[in-house]
């Protein structure tokens, strides 16, 4: 590695001057006005590309403090969506920051009202609509390699146990006993201070610290927009408590930053008015040590319980019935507690269920119970073949009608198809899990060099 970089310089070097290979000068009197002439061309083109990657730059900023750095996502008119150059910029910023000594830890935030909302599936949708597949491609792969590096940004030393593999244990991805701990690698804060779903909670729940607020809102909404829950959704899901994330997947139900708390999907909670305080706090930091930047959380936390009517407090409710095998049977069994109970709550999940797709409810559902059992990068690999299966639409459209009709013409009445979970058949929600084939390579992440043990 020292060797690589020290031919980082020289590298850059030859590349700067390489046109002295491609200009040779004949033996001629004319003159030769090829070389200015190319000069002149790539100079503009140079200046044109740096305006472009600028301008894409100003979506992803960057704030550099003492000893870390934060990535802040700025596209707050569209609540912070993510689009595949702001996946990539945040894949290669988060990747020199691993490899620099001088940065203890790394943050990520977003402008306005929302952390991230999620993909910019509007975006995908007209890209599907111009015959653009691959470009949607691009992006889930894009994004599906920067969120594994984020799983895999904390490597210690001098471990006794190594848990990730355990089905029980929720979060972080990596949680690890160690004795004399040595941090390679940098601790991440994410704060999630407004709207974090679908995606914008991929790229921020792999950290060791994620801070929420009373203006968090978090949720899963893609089975009510004809998709899945994807960016290694179905690995956080399955490890919350019961069967916590199969009602989440299936419905989309929100969550408020006290309830994230509450079933592990966050670390910390402090009131939207003291964020500053907590940005200010850690940005004097001179430190990589995690119980530091804990400390610097805790010192503006808030003693917080879910409020009476929060969902969590039918987790018993969600275990018996969503616990069946198959959407049908949960539906029924939420169908037989309501006739017992008059209960609204499962009235309004019944409502939730009969909205969404009934393809992306089994799909999601088997993704989900898959998920339960399999690593991180398994679980990337599988999300990847079913988010490139809905975008060919060999078996439904239901992903751009989903989109159409929420967010497109926004009459909220998606024609789904098929339009039942009787007409979605067993072969339907295979086909979403099978293999790619060979003309279409599966999703490549580097997990021999980041995973070795694995």
């Known amino acids: 590695m020292q060797r690589f970089k020290a031919l980082l310089p020289v590298r850059r070097s ?84 691993e490899e620099n000594p001088d940065i203890g830890f790394v943050m990520m935030k977003g402008k306005g009202r929302a952390f ?11 890209l599907l609509q111009e015959g653009k597949v691959e470009e949607c491609k691009t992006f889930f792969r894009t994004l599906y390699n920067f969120v594994y590096l984020l799983g895999t940004y904390l490597k210690p030393h001098e471990c006794t146990e190594d848990m990730s593999k355990d089905a029980n244990v929720a979060w972080p991805f990596y949680v690890i006993a160690c004795i004399g701990l040595v941090i390679t690698s940098h601790s991440q804060v994410a704060i999630l201070d407004g709207i974090t779903m679908g995606s914008g909670a991929g790229i921020s729940l792999p950290g060791m610290f994620r801070c929420v607020t009373d203006k968090t809102v978090f949720a899963a909404p893609e089975a009510q927009m004809g998709f899945h829950p ?16 199969e009602y989440l997947a299936l419905t989309g139900e929100k969550l408020n930053g006290v309830e994230m708390i509450a079933c592990g999907l966050a670390t910390h909670y402090s009131l939207n008015a003291k964020v500053a305080w907590v940005e200010e706090r850690l940005s004097k930091l001179i430190t990589d040590d995690p119980s530091v930047i804990e400390d610097s959380l805790a010192q503006y936390g808030d003693l917080i319980y879910p409020e009476k009517r929060s969902t969590l407090h039918k987790i018993e409710t969600i275990d018996k019935c969503f616990c069946k095998d198959t959407v049908e049977e949960i539906i029924t069994a939420l169908e037989t507690e309501a006739a017992e109970t008059y209960d609204e709550w499962c009235m309004t999940a019944i ?49 751009s009608e989903g989109v159409r009709a929420r967010l497109v013409d926004k009459d909220f009445a998606p024609k789904w198809e098929p339009s039942s979970l009787g007409e979605v058949t067993k072969d339907m929600v295979d086909y979403y899990f099978a293999p790619l084939g060979d003309s279409e390579p599966e999703l490549d992440l580097p997990t021999a060099s980041r995973e070795p043990s694995v």
């Open 116 to 126: 991230c909302s999620g993909a910019d599936v509007v975006t995908l949708y007209n």
């Open 14 to 97: 030859l590349q700067r001057y390489s046109f002295l290979s491609l200009h040779r000068h004949g033996f001629s009197a004319q003159p030769n006005y090829a070389y200015y002439n190319d000069v002149q061309e790539q100079a503009s083109f140079t200046q044109i590309s740096l305006s472009l990657s600028l301008s894409l730059s100003h979506f992803v900023l960057v704030e550099g403090r003492a000893n870390s750095r934060a990535a802040v996502l700025n596209r707050p008119s569209s609540l912070n969506s993510l689009t595949t150059s702001m996946a990539a910029r945040l894949k290669r910023l988060y990747e020199s920051w």
């Open 351 to 399: 409502k939730k269920l009969k909205e969404a797709s009934p393809l992306s409810l089994k799909v999601t559902l088997q993704s989900i119970r898959e998920g339960r059992f399999q690593s991180l990068d398994q679980c990337l690999v599988r999300e990847y073949r079913v988010s490139l299966k809905w975008i060919t639409k060999q078996v439904s459209n239901d992903f």
């Open 230 to 245: 994807d960016a290694g959704a179905s690995y956080y899901l399955s490890r919350l408590p019961g069967y916590l994330g």
